[in-house]
């Protein structure tokens, strides 16, 4: 599903050129739920990214599905996105000017994905799943961070993409709220979506099928 | 509806207040421009329809005088498809007990067969009977009466004979009556007699069968009717063919409103400035927005769609705001025209072409502008604009400009701190200043052309010493009219001269000879000498005539053919006179037909008295005087006309000043909105709201005194530069170019009164955010 060959990446900065990843090799397969655990910093999010054509390796080949995504140009690859890959972020990350199911119609509008009438219905029953249906159609800013991620999720679930990734998405919750949330996760993978998650806590052991741990850049080999 | 247009259409909700600046701003400026297109197309239309309308003559052939016969014989000619015999004599008028008034009579055989040139009856008798005379209804002013009241006519015989102003006509191929400050009078053959004069007509108004547009055709058809006038053993005096289906003033009408339409689209421009700020920051403000939708799956171009569609969204709505506005325009605008030209406008319908391009413009207007900001908006990579890192926003400090605005004021003062705040956002102050200037600039320049203007025609006048003109029909010696002139009272001096025409290879000019010595008038010279006493062969060409006659150069010698004689003549000199057409001066010897008088007193009464004594005391001397137009009087036509351009230049500045205003006021909200979370620190280290409000008016006044001071520095030589321009196209001439200061003070005022006004409301409501909102705000 995930193949990862001899990816680096290295970005410009005053003080002069910082790896942020090295010589990643690696392989996930489909349905797989895949926890990417290290320290603030050692690279999780660049990891991430990389996988959802989000920021490009320096050097090294990215394939998804089979895709090389890293020779996409950047809307080819938003085009590929919005159909392959769900994202979940740490802040939750939702338009403030559109409500709930607004924010989950918001990827099928641009990947045209469904019939424009059956878009509303989709993100309801999808809201219904992650269990804020009542909040359907509610502005972000009057629900709660548990609530807000949870409608992010339904948001990445939208157009049935075969590859979810989450970056921090408990980061910004209280434990109760971060266990309901990784068990939706987990419920994904149950059904055969493969799942990403970059997290600093080490909690998640529980949920997880596998473990990646990273630091400095580089992949601990013990974890693989 | 997708929710991408939900987003565009909520995210403007969301900040209604200032896209209602924004459409308001686009608004004036396409409500301009829409008035101006309008009035145009009305205009255009409705002058040309009118004139049209009175089938007017192709071309006017003076003779000495025309009998049936010979109209027949003209009219054999089938491109010939109508001459139609008139007269016109130039007398004075009188309603009150002593105020003579020039007038144009025109004298009409058959009013019931009018064919050519027609008349519109308006009120009161149609056709005039004997004794009786109809008035121009623009002329009604100038001759001070009204239907119904007796005036004194008399022509150069001096007769003076009263006659009933039985009504009114509108003779639209005439030159507003005010204007020219004459009155026009219609009378038929048998009141002519009864006026003493001979009862002959002596001009024919002829109409081309075919072609009645190609000038080229007239002049050929003309000169097969001049052969005929002469075979016939009368005597062709002048010809006059109009530019065929233009009213006189078409042309002049065309190009003030080609100006107005000019600045309809500088405004425009203007107001696009604000999209350009509006935009730029909105897609500031969103960037993390935008990285997500790109996460998600949004392309650039779909992402971009939803910011075009605000701007859509921008242009439309101002498009129904400013189709009435500018409809409402135009009509004000159509009106004052129509007074100015002295004809009706049937209809206000606005074609559909002007609807079409108006909306057209309206709506491109805002894309336009908008897709610098949208297209540099959307571009940043998804990893930058998510990342905490990547999107540098403008850190203030970073340049030497920034350490230097740090070091004004020393010590920490609201208004360093105001001034290093209005300098955050370079490009935003910059298109800000932009517009606020122009309105600055424009407020400066319409006083200064006005200085200009009147200082122009100080110094026009002022070289003219003499307060009275008065022509005479025939040319005497000066003893005759001097004992006139030493019978009347209130003569302080007095001069004879004469007044000619001559032509330089066929092209003709005015030619005035005066005393060498004149106490009466001035010559600025610019060239060469003045006529000096002892001069005979002498001539000094004034601007006008020596920019249309190379050869008319101090120091050359030229032929000039006067009557039928040819004399040479050396030029000795070019004097400048503003606003005036082609003139030659000589020196004077021997009769004279106009006198120049400086009164002792030169108020309009004191003249009236002079005028009518001195006529009386002419008539004794057996003088006819023709006309008398005092220096006042001609003065007032002029200023008439430079008020046109004042007015017009003031209306500019306050549009371009309003526009600036909701520009400022958009730029402080957009600093207000973005530093939010600073004002919360401010707040939570004990600043209170008061301070904040003042912080932000500060800001707001230190940007209007920065728009001053450029408009300041670049008034001169806008002003000048828009002076000469409106002065060439009215007049073909230059202005004598002052400056107005107290428009530098007035404008001050202004930019700060403004600028404290455009900053109050975005001051106040960020006064009053709470520390809580304010640094929660994401
Ligand atoms: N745009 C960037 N420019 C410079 N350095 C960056 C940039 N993005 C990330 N880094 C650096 O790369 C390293 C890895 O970052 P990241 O992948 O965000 O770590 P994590 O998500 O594990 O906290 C960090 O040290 C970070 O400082
Ligand atoms: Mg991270």
Request: hydrophobic share 50%; aromatic share 8%; proline share 4%.
């Amino acid at each position: 599903m995930i193949s990862l060959h001899q990816v680096s990446k290295s970005y410009e900065t005053p003080a002069g050129k910082f790896s942020a990843l090295r010589d990643i090799d690696l392989e996930i397969d489909r349905g797989e739920f895949v926890g990417v655990v290290g320290k603030s910093g050692s690279g999780k999010s660049t990891l991430l990214n990389m996988v959802a054509g989000i920021d490009r390796p320096s050097s090294g080949s990215v394939g998804v599905a089979g895709t090389a995504i890293h020779g996409l140009s950047e809307n080819k690859l938003a085009v590929w996105r919005g159909r392959n890959v769900g994202f979940v972020f740490q802040f939750f990350q939702l338009l403030p000017t559109l409500t709930a199911a607004e924010n989950v119609m918001l990827p099928m509008d641009f990947s045209k994905s469904f019939p424009f009438r059956e878009r509303r219905k989709r993100a309801l029953a999808l809201l219904e799943r992650v269990a804020v249906g009542a909040h359907a159609d509610k502005l972000p800013a009057t629900l709660s961070g548990g609530e807000q991620q949870r409608v992010a999720i339904a948001r990445a679930l939208a157009n049935e993409p075969s590859l979810v990734l989450a970056d921090e998405p408990t980061g910004n919750l209280d434990s109760v709220t971060a266990t309901a949330i990784l068990d939706l996760f987990r419920d994904m993978a149950n059904q055969g979506t493969t799942v990403v998650i970059a997290t600093h806590e080490a909690d998640i052991a529980r949920v997880i099928d596998r473990r990646i741990e990273i630091s400095d850049g580089k992949i601990r080999p013990s974890s693989v | 509806m997708t929710t991408l247009w939900r987003k565009a259409i909520r995210d403007f909700w969301h900040e209604r207040a200032r896209t209602a600046l924004v459409v308001l701003a686009i608004a004036l400026g396409i409500s301009a421009f829409a008035a101006v297109l309008s009035s145009y197309a009305i205009l255009t239309r409705e002058l040309d329809r009118g004139y049209l309308a009175t089938n007017p003559a192709s071309a006017v052939i003076r003779v000495d005088s025309i009998d049936d016969d010979l109209v027949n014989a003209i009219l054999q000619n089938p491109e010939v498809s109508d001459a139609e015999p008139r007269r016109t004599i130039s007398g004075q008028l009188k309603s009150g007990p002593v105020q003579w008034r020039n007038v144009m009579l025109f004298v009409v055989n058959d009013y019931g067969n009018i064919r050519v040139s027609k008349l519109v009856p308006e009120k009161g008798a149609w056709p005039p009977a004997t004794g009786e005379i109809l008035i121009e209804r623009d002329a009604f002013q100038v001759a001070k009466a009204s239907i119904g009241d007796a005036v004194i006519i008399k022509t150069a015989n001096g007769v003076e004979q009263p006659l009933v102003i039985s009504g009114s006509v509108h003779d639209v191929g005439q030159a507003q009556a005010r204007m020219e400050n004459i009155v026009y009078g219609y009378i038929n053959l048998a009141t002519l007699a009864q006026l003493g004069e001979d009862p002959y007509l002596n001009q024919l108004n002829i109409l081309v069968a075919e072609n009645r547009f190609d000038k080229d055709h007239i002049r050929r058809v003309v000169a097969d009717v001049e052969e005929v006038i002469k075979s016939r053993g009368h005597e062709v005096r002048r010809t006059d063919i109009p530019t065929p289906g233009k009213h006189p003033h078409s042309d002049l009408t065309g190009i003030l409103l080609l100006a107005m339409s000019s600045f309809g689209l500088f405004v425009l421009v203007l107001s696009g400035i604000l999209v350009i700020n509006l935009l730029t920051a909105m897609m500031a403000s969103q960037v993390r927005q935008i990285g997500v939708m790109k996460a998600i799956g949004g392309t650039r171009w779909q992402i971009a769609r939803i910011y075009f569609g605000q701007a859509l969204f921008l242009g439309i709505a101002a498009v129904i705001v400013s189709v009435p506005l500018g409809i409402l325009g135009s009509r004000a605008l159509c009106r004052y025209m129509a007074m100015f030209l002295n004809f009706d406008i049937n209809s206000f319908a606005v074609p559909l072409w002007v609807y079409l391009l108006v909306a057209v413009i309206g709506v491109a207007a805002p894309l336009i502008a908008a897709a610098y900001p949208v297209w540099s908006g959307t571009r940043a990579p998804v990893r930058v604009a998510l990342s905490d890192f990547g999107l540098s926003q403008t850190t203030f400090g970073a340049s030497a400009f920034d350490r230097a605005l740090t070091r004004i004021g020393g010590t920490f003062s609201l208004i360093a701190f105001a001034i290093r705040n209005s300098f955050r956002r370079r490009a935003r102050l910059a298109l800000t200043l932009l517009t606020l200037a122009a309105g600055g600039l424009f407020f400066l320049s319409a006083l200064n052309v006005r200085a200009s203007m009147i200082n122009t025609l100080d110094q026009l006048f002022g070289a003219r010493k003499f307060d009275l003109t008065v022509s005479f029909v025939n040319s005497y010696e000066m003893e005759k009219i001097q004992r006139a002139i030493n019978n009347t009272q209130g003569i302080s001096k007095a001069e004879g001269w004469f007044a000619t025409e001559a032509s330089l290879e066929a092209r003709r000019f005015n030619v005035v000879a005066l005393p060498p010595d004149s106490q009466l008038q001035e010559f600025d010279i610019i060239e060469g000498r003045s006529l000096a006493p002892g001069d005979t062969d002498t001539i000094v060409v004034n601007n006008a005539l020596a920019s249309r006659e190379p050869k008319m150069r101090a120091g050359e010698t030229v032929m000039l053919r006067m009557g039928n004689a040819e004399t040479t003549w050396r030029v000795v000199g070019v004097a400048r006179e503003a606003f005036s057409p082609a003139v030659a001066y000589i020196p004077h010897s021997g009769m004279v037909n106009n006198l120049r008088l400086a009164l002792d007193k030169s108020d309009p009464d004191a003249v009236s008295l002079v005028k009518a004594d001195l006529d009386r005391n002419l008539e004794q001397e057996g003088v006819r005087a023709r006309s008398s137009v005092s220096t006042a009087d001609t003065r007032f036509a002029f200023d008439q006309h430079m008020l046109m351009i004042y007015v017009f230049l003031i209306v500019m500045s306050s549009i371009i000043g309003g526009v600036g205003g909701l520009g400022l006021m958009t730029t402080m909200s957009l600093n207000v909105f973005e530093r939010r979370r600073e004002m919360g620190v401010m707040r939570a280290l004990g600043a209170t709201p008061r301070i904040i409000w003042l912080m932000i008016v500060a800001e707001g006044v230190v940007i209007g005194v920065l728009s001053w001071t450029i408009a300041a520095i670049l008034a001169w030589p806008i002003s000048k530069a828009i002076g000469d321009f409106m002065v060439k196209i009215m007049f073909k001439s230059g202005l004598d170019f002052v400056f107005e200061p107290v428009g530098l003070l007035i404008w001050i005022a202004v930019s700060i009164g403004l600028s404290a006004a455009a900053s109050f409301l975005p001051a106040w409501r960020a006064s009053r955010v709470t520390v809580r909102e304010a640094l929660a705000y994401e």
